[in-house]
């Protein structure tokens, strides 16, 4: 009903504001609901707990970036390639404190939830998204063959969670900026896991509908469980 997600997603806002401004070990559940206007216990019909609700902030910040990756895959369909992926989805992940604190394992603003195993299922999303997608490439030779499967997919989580990782870990000595460690996030993993020359232009294309329905149906099954529990009237 309409009433219940707009309601829900006053308890997102209000969750996403106060993490980011308190950090996750100060926030409540009461400071959540005074925050939106509600009672303590309208909270609870929606999330069962304190680590639902924080983990649904995370998960709706990860619905709006799946949007941008589908917007993208719509206009271009070189962006189902490896590398281009990994560029668009640094970028987008940098837009949004949120996730940035989620993938560079920030304590101060996410407290324990940085480190709860809960959160490795929402970081692999963004490290292997399709979850077919490396065999629909290597089918059409769009990637390397040389290497299995499982070992492309250990190479782009790799590299992937090493460039998330870097910036905290360098400090003031990380001399690039988002942009510039965005194209050489692509670039390594252009080199690491695309096959050789320019890709085919008459293959992406004749791909596109099929990857754009992988990304769909993975972005709906996100968006789906967005606003936890469902509410009872």
């Known amino acids: 009903m309409p009433g219940q997600h707009e309601r829900g997603e006053r308890i997102l806002d209000a969750a996403a504001d106060l993490v980011l401004r308190w950090g996750y070990k100060r926030v409540t559940i009461e400071e959540v609901a005074k925050q939106a206007g509600i009672g303590k216990g309208t909270v609870y019909l929606h999330f069962r707990n304190r680590s639902e609700l924080f983990l649904s902030v995370l998960v709706r910040e990860s619905v709006l970036l799946t949007g941008e990756m589908l ?40 407290g324990d939830l940085a480190l709860d195993p809960a959160m490795q299922p929402l970081r692999r999303v963004k490290i292997d998204l399709f979850g077919d997608l490396f065999q629909v490439l290597r089918e059409h030779e769009l990637v390397r063959t040389d290497q299995s499967i499982e070992a492309q997919r250990h190479v782009m989580s ?51 509908p099929k990857v754009l329905a992988m990304l769909t149906d993975f972005h709906n099954a996100l968006a789906a469980t967005v606003h936890g529990s469902s509410p009872e009237d």
């Open 71 to 110: 917007d993208e895959l719509r206009q271009d369909p070189i962006m189902m390639l490896p590398a281009e992926q990994a560029q668009l989805v640094y970028l987008g992940v940098m837009r949004r404190p949120l996730l940035r604190a989620m993938f560079s394992r920030n304590i101060e603003i996410l």
């Open 158 to 208: 790799a590299v992937q969670t090493g460039f998330y990782l870097a910036g905290p870990m360098l400090g003031p000595y990380n001399t690039h900026d988002d942009e510039a460690t965005a194209a050489l996030l692509a670039h390594t993993v252009r080199e690491a896991l695309h096959a050789p020359g320019p890709p085919d232009r008459a293959v992406l294309e004749a791909l596109q």
